[in-house]
């Protein structure tokens, strides 16, 4: 059974730090490219960023997330990681991990190459 279980969410203040992880069930991790999306209360979902695996590697982050937000994964743990520095209040969302069918990082941010998604983590931050 294709899974991704997302974790490491809650409740934090501006400026603080928190790490998401995301774990990976029935499918082959190592050759899957792998990323977040995000949705704010009312708006649409949102690309955050994405890492392909291990002969391609290579990392692409969303505009309002670069140099904030750090993607990594662990293909021996079948895990993708989020860490989230200098969280703002326009970081509130809930998160979702992601798997897709692309080779490319970049190409994560159309919907259209996302083959699976989690069940989501909310994250909401205080000012």
């Known amino acids: 059974q294709l899974q991704l279980i997302e974790s490491g969410g809650g409740v934090v203040q501006a400026g603080d730090s928190l790490r998401l992880t995301c774990t990976v069930s029935?499918?082959?991790?190592?050759?899957?490219?792998v990323g977040w999306f995000r949705q704010p209360p009312g708006k649409e979902r949102e690309f955050v960023a994405a890492?392909?695996?291990?002969?391609?590697?290579?990392?692409y982050y969303a505009d309002s997330v670069r140099g904030r937000f750090t993607i990594s994964r662990d293909d021996a743990k079948n895990a993708v990681y989020l860490q989230m520095n200098n969280l703002q209040p326009s970081d509130t969302a809930v998160y979702f991990c992601?798997?897709?069918?692309?080779?490319?990082?970049?190409?994560?941010?159309?919907?259209?190459?996302?083959?699976?998604w989690g069940q989501g983590t909310q994250v909401t931050i205080s000012s």
């Open positions: 992601v798997a897709g069918t692309t080779r490319a990082a970049h190409a994560m941010a159309d919907t259209s190459n996302i083959r699976l």
């Open positions: 029935g499918f082959t991790f190592s050759q899957t490219t």
């Open positions: 890492t392909t695996w291990r002969s391609g590697r290579g990392v």
